[in-house]
């Protein structure tokens, strides 16, 4: 995983943010062109943080892996012309990241969801994961398998994630720093860390927040 995050990182930058839809919102019958057609205005996946939801609207480099989504021929769109499920979510990739680096593969086994996988899936899935537009007569037990999109991603949102990473170390804690120096970890090296994170955090800065809004996260 490393060596793989390593190839989508560059200019100082050394992390990246994994995000994924589980399942992927696909409604029962449609296709893949239709599905994305349907997200011009916001990409499907979530960010997985505990920091928080973030949106992203630009991104440097990128890798998405899509499972469980076939592709039906149709003309209607540019997207529906391509030749290949993988044509298709590139292209997209292109649209919503313009002048990213981005690599995409579509996998047609879905992701299987027999137990011992948990079952908490909401009603308004079919066996397969797909959407519905009213819950059906079994539980979620009975989802069987799943569309997933997983990505790794180096963008902005990971300037706001490691710069308030950077803040909550920065931020008085006598039970902490205890632990630290229990741990053998000496004053002066735990400065020279967090300036390490605040650079690198720097990295990732493009001048404006996830959101669009100045970003004032490493001002202290």
Same mark, same amino acid.
């Not at 149709?74 to 012309?81: A, G, P």
């Not at 137990?115 to 066996?127: N, Y």
């Not at 809004?213 to 202290?220: F, G, L, R």
């Given at each position: 995983?490393?060596h ?8 100082g &930058?050394?992390?990246?943010a994994?995000?994924? +839809?589980?399942?992927? =919102?696909?409604?029962?019958?449609? /296709?893949? =062109? ?5 997200h011009?205005?916001?990409?499907? @996946?979530?960010?997985l943080?505990s @920091?928080? $939801?973030?949106?992203v ?6 890798s998405?892996?899509l &499972?469980?989504?076939?592709?039906e021929?149709?003309?209607? /769109?540019?997207?529906? /012309?391509?030749?290949s499920?993988e044509?298709v979510?590139?292209q997209y ?6 002048g990213?680096?981005?690599t995409?593969h ?7 969801t027999?137990?011992?996988f ?8 079919? &066996?397969?994961?797909?959407l519905?537009?009213? +819950?059906?007569?079994?539980? /979620?037990a009975? %989802?069987e398998?799943? =569309?997933?999109?997983a990505a790794?991603?180096s963008s902005?949102?990971?300037? @706001?994630?490691?710069? *308030?990473?950077?803040? $909550? ?6 039970? &902490? @720093?205890s ?5 053998? %970890? $000496? ?8 300036? $390490? ?7 990732y800065?493009?001048?404006?927040? +996830?959101? *669009?809004?100045e970003?004032? +996260?490493d001002?202290?």
């Amino acid at each position: 995983m490393m060596h793989f995050a390593d190839s989508l990182t560059f200019s100082g &930058r050394k992390v990246v943010a994994a995000w994924a +839809a589980l399942p992927f =919102p696909a409604l029962a019958g449609s /296709s893949l =062109p239709d599905i994305l057609s349907a997200h011009q205005q916001d990409v499907p @996946w979530k960010l997985l943080s505990s @920091w928080g $939801e973030q949106k992203v609207s630009c991104c440097f480099a990128q890798s998405v892996v899509l &499972r469980g989504i076939c592709q039906e021929k149709s003309t209607r /769109s540019t997207l529906h /012309s391509c030749e290949s499920p993988e044509q298709v979510l590139q292209q997209y990739l292109h649209t919503q990241f313009p002048g990213a680096f981005s690599t995409s593969h579509v996998l047609q086994q879905p992701c299987d969801t027999q137990p011992p996988f948990p079952k908490f899936f909401s009603p308004l899935l079919t &066996r397969r994961g797909f959407l519905l537009d009213k +819950a059906q007569g079994f539980s /979620s037990a009975g %989802v069987e398998s799943i =569309p997933v999109l997983a990505a790794l991603q180096s963008s902005p949102v990971l300037h @706001w994630l490691l710069a *308030g990473l950077c803040r $909550e170390l920065r931020a008085p804690n006598a039970r &902490r @720093w205890s632990s630290f120096s229990t741990a053998g %970890v $000496e004053q002066d090296d735990f400065q020279e860390a967090l300036e $390490e994170l605040q650079t690198l955090a720097q990295c990732y800065q493009t001048g404006f927040g +996830a959101d *669009g809004s100045e970003d004032e +996260a490493d001002s202290d």
